[in-house]
């Protein structure tokens, strides 16, 4: 209970991480936003590989 509140009311400092999974996709990888402060966990992009690179 104390974690939802504490995330309901702070200003987030996000920070776009890459999470580390056991299966990976072939197609691209998901990006995620995390609050250094409280812990909050948001999808943010999902990026596509394109050839050698990115699209």
Known sequence: ???VLKRLFCRH???VV???DRFQSLR???LYK???K???VVKY???EYEGNGYK
Do not use: L
Request: proline content about 0%; overall charge positive.
């Open 1 to 3: 209970m104390i974690q």
């Open 13 to 15: 400092k996000w920070e």
């Open 18 to 20: 890459r999470r580390v």
């Open 28 to 30: 691209g990888e998901q």
């Open 34 to 36: 995390h609050c250094e």
């Open 38 to 40: 409280c812990g909050k």
């Open 45 to 47: 992009i999902y990026s």
